[in-house]
């Protein structure tokens, strides 16, 4: 096993709308079916990772409760192993609008209790063989990152769309080695602020269709948008696509250009599908596209 995930699992219903923002009417019919998925961030990167070939794990928690136990269903048919903690408040939802263009409204519910502590048997000791671990902004998870920082392994975060302020996200910003984040909200000069005061080497800024731009001490990389292909249909977990194949392609030993090159490539192709497991890239289709 060489990727663990921590936090980000839950159910995300899925609600086509002709635009956005949704206004006017007091009611209105969908544009088409409205769908439950199991999905959330952390699913997502845990998907893609194993779209990839990537052995991947993820510890969370979830809840005693009927969306729970579809995610327990979900993660043993995909064979992606979960330590799941029971989340006192129950298992997270989010309700996503989505145009026809892709664009989406999500409505989050993260179930937070204030205080709640991932109890240590969920997370210690980490599995032998784990070589990175992705952490989502999940409030318990900022704890554990000076236990991860002393097991050695790698860490990685996505902020998504910080402003460059709000300090939740800081201690996930300045204590991995790797950090993604939207750019939709990013203040200037946040990225920059994330290598001079964490520990972080490379910080990726991701723009949706204008592309992406890495930022390390020796400057500044830029990539377009891929051509995802097929019609956009469907962004969840673009994000969290571009995300996975540009920590596959570092882990494997590749420079900065190529995994740019492949993270492009692999959220634009998590686009021209409904979001599930069958929406991420594989290896050698990403290759192929690379090539």
Known sequence: MTFLVIGGTGIDTVVPVADLPVLGADSARPQGPILDHVSHTGTCVALALRALGERVSVIDTVGDDEPGGRVRAAFAEWGIGLRAAPAPAG???????MSPDG????LYDGRDVPGYRLPVEYH???????RHVHVTIM???RHLLPDLRAAGVS???DLHDWDGENPHHLDFALGADIVF?????LADGAAERILAEGVATRVVVTNGGKGADLYTAGGLTHRDAADPGAPIVDTNGAGDAFAAAFLSAWLSGAGDDACMDRAVIAGAYACTAPVGAGSFIDRDTLTARWA
């Open 91 to 97: 298992t997270r939802r989010a309700v996503n609008l």
């Open 124 to 130: 210690q000791p980490l599995p032998a063989d784990v």
């Open 181 to 185: 984040v939207s750019g939709v909200q």
């Open 139 to 141: 409030d318990y998870a």
């Open 155 to 157: 860490i990685s975060t």
């Open 103 to 106: 664009r989406r409204l999500s």
